[in-house]
């Protein structure tokens, strides 16, 4: 796993296809707005059912998370003044999430598929997105 910092903030988060471990791991720290994890476990292990409860928790900026579940890409970070910190391959089974900054993304292979999470709920491109 890479956590990708500037000034002691987290911009993105990496986690490989051979990352995973057993159990359940938080990936995030609880202070982000996405709360990612990864769950492994053995045939006939059971989890709790459970419900979330409403709680109201201020929200003020989209965090995202995206898995490459094939294919290839390319992640463009950059800082909040929109300087590149840096570029990296995610592939099969990688994931990053993405917190602080800014990001764009290349696609390297056809039929490239990809999961994409991130908060809401959703009010509009204009309100959420300054592209650069």
């Given at each position: 796993?890479?956590?990708?910092?500037?000034?002691?903030?987290?911009?993105?988060?990496?986690?490989?296809?051979?990352?995973w471990s057993?159990?359940l791991?938080?990936?995030?720290?609880?202070?982000?707005?996405?709360?990612?994890?990864?769950?492994?476990?053995?045939?006939?292990?059971?989890?709790?059912?459970?419900?979330?409860?409403?709680?109201?928790?201020?929200?003020?900026?989209t965090?995202?998370?995206?898995?490459?579940?094939?294919?290839?890409?390319?992640?463009?970070i950059?800082?909040?003044?929109?300087?590149?910190?840096?570029?990296?391959?995610?592939?099969?089974?990688?994931?990053?999430?993405?917190?602080?900054?800014?990001?764009?993304?290349?696609?390297?292979?056809?039929?490239?598929?990809?999961?994409?999470a991130?908060?809401?709920?959703?009010?509009?491109?204009?309100?959420?997105?300054?592209k650069?």
């Amino acid at each position: 796993m890479e956590i990708i910092k500037q000034d002691d903030r987290i911009m993105a988060i990496i986690h490989r296809a051979e990352d995973w471990s057993e159990g359940l791991n938080f990936i995030t720290p609880d202070s982000l707005f996405i709360q990612v994890g990864t769950w492994q476990y053995d045939k006939g292990t059971h989890l709790d059912s459970h419900i979330h409860k409403e709680y109201e928790r201020p929200v003020t900026k989209t965090h995202e998370m995206a898995y490459v579940k094939k294919g290839r890409l390319k992640l463009f970070i950059y800082d909040e003044e929109r300087k590149k910190v840096g570029d990296y391959i995610l592939g099969a089974g990688d994931f990053v999430v993405l917190a602080e900054g800014g990001h764009g993304y290349e696609i390297l292979e056809d039929d490239t598929q990809v999961l994409e999470a991130k908060t809401g709920p959703f009010v509009s491109v204009d309100k959420d997105k300054e592209k650069f």
